[in-house]
């Protein structure tokens, strides 16, 4: 049973535009949600995270909203540069020792 | 200076033979991890270890087989390859929040 789901699978962004991708959890457990960022070849780095004591955070072009009473929490990214182009994946531990990660979004941002 | 690093960066062995593959990371860290990413890019943890000593321990087959010497060494050593063995293989580090991610073994079971 997948502990944390993601949407979509792919996405398509033209450069300048908004790429929006969501997660949701079921286990009311969970006090950390990270979002990794995977280029190819590489191994995921840490991109932005959130508690969930606040329903936004933002850092440069990218932010995080939570929203804590439906278990969902996104990633936007503003200003989509084709150098954002990687898979992204969302996450979500407790007690920071155990991280259950998304199916992961490819995102590509076209020129 | 690689914070996590991981060797080999690529294996390609045959069905049924043994392959290790080595970790360290110099972050001073007191947990690691071996996550296994397979070709749908899906991201599933193996192993923790805390300080030498194992936390975590998923439904991994036995033939699997971590082994901690130190705090900044976590190994992983596999018997009886199997096709569906072939993945990426990823060690991690963490101190009470960010993984820190190696870059990855690719193994190819043929």
């Known amino acids: 049973q997948q502990q944390v789901k993601q949407s979509p699978q792919s996405l398509i962004v033209q450069k300048g535009g908004i790429s929006i991708i969501n997660c949701a959890y079921e286990?009311?457990?969970?006090?950390?949600f990270p979002w990794y960022q995977q280029f190819p070849g590489k191994g995921p780095a840490l991109l932005i995270a959130i508690r969930p004591d606040v329903s936004e955070k933002k850092e440069g072009r990218f932010t995080i909203s939570f929203n804590k009473s439906a278990k969902q929490f996104s990633l936007h990214i503003m200003d989509s540069q084709p150098g954002d182009s990687a898979t992204y994946f969302c996450?979500?531990?407790?007690?920071?020792?155990?991280?259950?990660f998304g199916s992961g979004t490819k995102l590509n941002v076209k020129p | 200076d690689t914070a996590v690093s991981q060797t080999p960066k690529y294996l390609v062995t045959q069905m049924g033979n043994d392959k290790s593959i080595k970790c360290e990371q110099n972050l001073g860290h007191d947990t690691m991890y071996w996550y296994k990413q397979d070709s749908k890019k899906f991201l599933k943890i193996m192993f923790s270890y805390n300080n030498k000593e194992l936390i975590i321990n998923e439904t991994v087959p036995n033939r699997f087989s971590p082994k901690s010497p130190d705090k900044a060494h976590l190994n992983l050593h596999i018997n009886s390859l199997e096709l569906g063995d072939s993945a990426v293989y990823f060690c991690?580090?963490?101190?009470?929040?960010?993984?820190?991610f190696g870059e990855g073994s690719r193994l190819t079971v043929l």
């Open positions: 991690a580090s963490s101190n009470l929040g960010e993984l820190f």
């Open positions: 996450a979500a531990s407790y007690d920071f020792n155990k991280f259950y």
């Open positions: 286990n009311t457990a969970f006090d950390y």
